[in-house]
C-alpha cells in the first residue's frame, strides 16, 4: 500500500466513534454502487482520510527534499521506561493538536474462531472506564459478570438443544441487561472531549492496525493525556452485548446485504487461502455472535502491551511538556511480556483462481495479483504502476475503458489490499456499463497490462505520475491528522517513521526498466485471482 496515496483497505473496518450506521447520499445507481464499493476499499484499510494541504511548496523533485528535511527536523520522538513510543511533531501555525493512538494489532492477529474481535475492542473502547461512563461502577461490575455467566449458560443449553431453558435463561438475560444499562453514562467519553472543543472523535480497525484519533485545541494537551491514557489504563468493556447487536447489523448491512461487500469477502477468501488477509475485518456472523467479553479482554491483555502502541503528536506543542505528561500518565502502564510477531507463512500463488457470484446487483469485474509487503524494495514501484493506470481521469485505464472503449462506468485500483504488513494484493475493479459484459472489461484489462509490459513508458508519463505522488504526499504532510497518521504508520511497519521521508526519493528513482520489470513479475495468469459479479439471470 502507498501510504502516500491513503487508497487502501477494505470494508467494514471502519467504526465511526459510535455514531449512526454510516449513510451514503443517493445520487443515480450506478454512481452509489461506485461510490459503495470505493467506501469499501478505503475502510478496509481502516485508514484516516487527510486535508488537502495549502500553501505547500511546488512539487517539482529538486525542490521537495529540502522542505521535507526541515519537516523532520521539527520532529522528536522518546520511548517510555514501559515501551510506549511517542513521536511528536512541533507545528505552531495554529492553536490546535492532533493526536494517534496506533496499536499494532489488527484483524491479521485474531485467532481461527474468533474473527471480528480487535474490531469489537474499538468499538468498546469508546463505552470508558471505572470512572467514566458509569454511575456507580462498583455496582454495575457484578451485574455485568452475571450476564457474562448467563451468556455462557445460553450457548451451552443451545448446543444441548434445551429450547425451553434458552428462553428461560434469555428472559433472565434481558431483565439483568436492562439493570446494567441502568448505571450506564451513555458516550460519557466522546461528550467530554466534545464539551472542552475536541473534534474528529473516531476510530479505524484494519487487518495491521486499530488507531483512535481526534483532535484538541492546544491547552488542551493535558486532558487528552488523562482521557486516551485511563481508557487504555482502565477500560471497562460495557455494554457488549447492546453493542455485539450493533456490530451485527454494521455486517449486514456493509456484507450480507451489500453484494459488493459479499463479493469482496468472498473474493479475498479464494485470492488468500491460508493467508489472515483473507478473512474480513469485521469477523464472520458466527463468531461475532459466539464473541465473551473474556476473549475481547484476552486480545486487550495480549496485544494492547504498551510497546504494541506508538503515539503520534502533530501540532501547537512543546516536546519537551509533551515528554513530561506522557511519562506521568502513561508511564503508569506497566510493561508486560510482549506477544509474539504474527508469521505469515501463506506460500505464493501458482496458478489462476476464479470466483463468480451471481447476485441481485450490476456487474463488476475485480481482479487482484499478489505482491510484496511495503518493505520490499519494489514497493515504489507498484505505487508508479498502480498511478500510471488508474490516477485519475487522465490515466490509462480511465482513459481506455470509460472514455474511448466506454465499456465500463467506472475503473479503479488498490494497489495493497487489504494491508500492507504482508504480502497482499494489488486489485484493479470496474462497473460495466450497460450492454456490456464483465468478459470485455477483462479483455480490455488484459490489453493495458500487456501494454505496460511490453511498451516502456515515456518519459513524460512518468515524469507525470512523480508530480501527482509528490502533490499527494505534499497534502498529507500539511494535514496535522495526517502526519499524526503516517508517522506511527511507518515507524511500526518500516522500523523508523524517517521512512516516510525517504518514499519520494524512492519513487523519483523509478525508471521505465524498472516499471517494465515489476509489471512482467506481477501481471502472470498464474499469479492473478478474478472475481466476477453478475446480476442475476444475465449471461454477465
Given at each position: 500500500?502507498?501510504?502516500?496515496?491513503?487508497?487502501?483497505?477494505?470494508?467494514?473496518?471502519?467504526?465511526?466513534?459510535?455514531?449512526?450506521?454510516?449513510?451514503?447520499?443517493?445520487?443515480?445507481?450506478?454512481?452509489?454502487?461506485?461510490?459503495?464499493?470505493?467506501?469499501?476499499?478505503?475502510?478496509?484499510?481502516?485508514?484516516?482520510?487527510?486535508?488537502?494541504?495549502?500553501?505547500?511548496?511546488?512539487?517539482?523533485?529538486?525542490?521537495?527534499?529540502?522542505?521535507?528535511?526541515?519537516?523532520?527536523?521539527?520532529?522528536?520522538?522518546?520511548?517510555?521506561?514501559?515501551?510506549?513510543?511517542?513521536?511528536?511533531?512541533?507545528?505552531?501555525?495554529?492553536?490546535?493538536?492532533?493526536?494517534?493512538?496506533?496499536?499494532?494489532?489488527?484483524?491479521?492477529?485474531?485467532?481461527?474462531?474468533?474473527?471480528?474481535?480487535?474490531?469489537?475492542?474499538?468499538?468498546?473502547?469508546?463505552?470508558?472506564?471505572?470512572?467514566?461512563?458509569?454511575?456507580?461502577?462498583?455496582?454495575?461490575?457484578?451485574?455485568?459478570?452475571?450476564?457474562?455467566?448467563?451468556?455462557?449458560?445460553?450457548?451451552?443449553?443451545?448446543?444441548?438443544?434445551?429450547?425451553?431453558?434458552?428462553?428461560?435463561?434469555?428472559?433472565?438475560?434481558?431483565?439483568?441487561?436492562?439493570?446494567?444499562?441502568?448505571?450506564?453514562?451513555?458516550?460519557?467519553?466522546?461528550?467530554?472531549?466534545?464539551?472542552?472543543?475536541?473534534?474528529?472523535?473516531?476510530?479505524?480497525?484494519?487487518?495491521?492496525?486499530?488507531?483512535?484519533?481526534?483532535?484538541?485545541?492546544?491547552?488542551?494537551?493535558?486532558?487528552?493525556?488523562?482521557?486516551?491514557?485511563?481508557?487504555f489504563l482502565e477500560p471497562v468493556f460495557r455494554e457488549f452485548y447492546e453493542e455485539k447487536d450493533v456490530i451485527?447489523?454494521?455486517?449486514?448491512?456493509?456484507?450480507?446485504?451489500?453484494?459488493?461487500?459479499?463479493?469482496?469477502?468472498?473474493?479475498?477468501?479464494?485470492?488468500?487461502?491460508?493467508?489472515?488477509?483473507?478473512?474480513?475485518?469485521?469477523?464472520?456472523?458466527?463468531?461475532?455472535?459466539?464473541?465473551?467479553?473474556?476473549?475481547?479482554?484476552?486480545?486487550?491483555?495480549?496485544?494492547?502491551?504498551?510497546?504494541?502502541?506508538?503515539?503520534?503528536?502533530?501540532g501547537d506543542v512543546n516536546p519537551t511538556q509533551v515528554k513530561q505528561l506522557a511519562q506521568a500518565y502513561f508511564g503508569r502502564f506497566q510493561a508486560r511480556t510482549r506477544a509474539a510477531d504474527l508469521?505469515?507463512?501463506?506460500?505464493?500463488?501458482?496458478?489462476?483462481?476464479?470466483?463468480?457470484?451471481?447476485?441481485?446487483?450490476?456487474?463488476?469485474?475485480?481482479?487482484?495479483?499478489?505482491?510484496?509487503?511495503?518493505?520490499?524494495?519494489?514497493?515504489?514501484?507498484?505505487?508508479?504502476?498502480?498511478?500510471?493506470?488508474?490516477?485519475?481521469?487522465?490515466?490509462?485505464?480511465?482513459?481506455?475503458?470509460?472514455?474511448?472503449?466506454?465499456?465500463?462506468?467506472?475503473?479503479?485500483?488498490?494497489?495493497?489490499?487489504?494491508?500492507?504488513?504482508?504480502?497482499?494484493?494489488?486489485?484493479?475493479?470496474?462497473?460495466?456499463?450497460?450492454?456490456?459484459?464483465?468478459?470485455?472489461?477483462?479483455?480490455?484489462?488484459?490489453?493495458?497490462?500487456?501494454?505496460?509490459?511490453?511498451?516502456?513508458?515515456?518519459?513524460?508519463?512518468?515524469?507525470?505520475?512523480?508530480?501527482?505522488?509528490?502533490?499527494?504526499?505534499?497534502?498529507?504532510?500539511?494535514?496535522?491528522?495526517?502526519?499524526?497518521?503516517?508517522?506511527?504508520?511507518?515507524?511500526?511497519?518500516?522500523?523508523?517513521?524517517?521512512?516516510?521521508?525517504?518514499?519520494?526519493?524512492?519513487?523519483?528513482?523509478?525508471?521505465?526498466?524498472?516499471?517494465?520489470?515489476?509489471?512482467?513479475?506481477?501481471?502472470?495468469?498464474?499469479?492473478?485471482?478474478?472475481?466476477?459479479?453478475?446480476?442475476?439471470?444475465?449471461?454477465?
Amino acid at each position: 500500500m502507498p501510504l502516500l496515496q491513503l487508497f487502501v483497505g477494505l470494508l467494514i473496518g471502519f467504526a465511526p466513534a459510535r455514531l449512526s450506521p454510516h449513510r451514503l447520499p443517493r445520487p443515480a445507481t450506478w454512481q452509489r454502487l461506485t461510490v459503495l464499493l470505493g467506501l469499501i476499499i478505503l475502510l478496509w484499510g481502516g485508514l484516516p482520510a487527510v486535508a488537502l494541504a495549502r500553501g505547500m511548496p511546488s512539487n517539482r523533485a529538486g525542490s521537495i527534499q529540502p522542505y521535507l528535511d526541515r519537516v523532520a527536523e521539527q520532529i522528536t520522538e522518546f520511548t517510555l521506561d514501559n515501551g510506549m513510543k511517542f513521536i511528536v511533531m512541533e507545528r505552531h501555525q495554529a492553536p490546535v493538536v492532533s493526536f494517534m493512538t496506533y496499536v499494532d494489532v489488527g484483524a491479521a492477529h485474531e485467532q481461527p474462531g474468533k474473527t471480528g474481535a480487535a474490531h469489537f475492542l474499538e468499538h468498546l473502547a469508546f463505552k470508558g472506564t471505572t470512572r467514566i461512563g458509569t454511575r456507580d461502577y462498583e455496582a454495575e461490575k457484578p451485574l455485568l459478570d452475571r450476564l457474562d455467566a448467563l451468556f455462557d449458560q445460553i450457548k451451552a443449553a443451545q448446543a444441548a438443544g434445551q429450547p425451553e431453558t434458552v428462553a428461560q435463561l434469555q428472559v433472565q438475560f434481558n431483565q439483568l441487561k436492562a439493570e446494567a444499562a441502568a448505571y450506564v453514562k451513555q458516550n460519557e467519553f466522546g461528550q467530554i472531549v466534545q464539551q472542552f472543543g475536541g473534534v474528529g472523535l473516531n476510530a479505524t480497525t484494519s487487518a495491521d492496525a486499530t488507531r483512535y484519533f481526534y483532535s484538541f485545541p492546544a491547552n488542551k494537551l493535558e486532558l487528552w493525556m488523562s482521557l486516551e491514557s485511563e481508557r487504555f489504563l482502565e477500560p471497562v468493556f460495557r455494554e457488549f452485548y447492546e453493542e455485539k447487536d450493533v456490530i451485527l447489523e454494521e455486517r449486514r448491512l456493509r456484507s450480507d446485504n451489500s453484494p459488493i461487500g459479499k463479493m469482496l469477502e468472498e473474493f479475498l477468501q479464494v485470492a488468500l487461502p491460508d493467508h489472515p488477509y483473507g478473512r474480513p475485518v469485521i469477523g464472520y456472523e458466527t463468531d461475532i455472535r459466539d464473541l465473551t467479553r473474556a476473549d475481547i479482554q484476552q486480545l486487550f491483555t495480549t496485544y494492547y502491551t504498551p510497546d504494541h502502541i506508538i503515539i503520534g503528536i502533530v501540532g501547537d506543542v512543546n516536546p519537551t511538556q509533551v515528554k513530561q505528561l506522557a511519562q506521568a500518565y502513561f508511564g503508569r502502564f506497566q510493561a508486560r511480556t510482549r506477544a509474539a510477531d504474527l508469521t505469515v507463512t501463506a506460500p505464493p500463488q501458482t496458478e489462476p483462481r476464479e470466483l463468480t457470484l451471481r447476485l441481485p446487483a450490476e456487474p463488476w469485474y475485480i481482479e487482484g495479483y499478489q505482491r510484496a509487503p511495503l518493505t520490499d524494495p519494489n514497493d515504489p514501484v507498484y505505487q508508479v504502476i498502480s498511478r500510471l493506470l488508474y490516477g485519475g481521469r487522465t490515466s490509462r485505464l480511465y482513459r481506455s475503458l470509460v472514455e474511448q472503449q466506454q465499456i465500463a462506468l467506472t475503473v479503479n485500483i488498490a494497489d495493497s489490499f487489504p494491508g500492507n504488513r504482508y504480502s497482499n494484493l494489488l486489485l484493479l475493479y470496474a462497473q460495466t456499463a450497460p450492454d456490456h459484459s464483465v468478459d470485455e472489461v477483462a479483455t480490455a484489462l488484459e490489453a493495458e497490462l500487456t501494454r505496460l509490459k511490453t511498451e516502456p513508458v515515456s518519459e513524460d508519463e512518468l515524469d507525470q505520475v512523480k508530480t501527482q505522488t509528490r502533490a499527494g504526499l505534499l497534502q498529507t504532510l500539511a494535514s496535522n491528522q495526517g502526519m499524526a497518521s503516517l508517522l506511527p504508520e511507518y515507524e511500526a511497519k518500516t522500523g523508523d517513521w524517517r521512512n516516510l521521508f525517504t518514499q519520494l526519493a524512492a519513487i523519483d528513482a523509478v525508471t521505465a526498466a524498472d516499471v517494465q520489470r515489476v509489471a512482467n513479475q506481477l501481471f502472470q495468469p498464474q499469479n492473478r485471482t478474478v472475481g466476477k459479479l453478475l446480476s442475476i439471470g444475465t449471461g454477465g
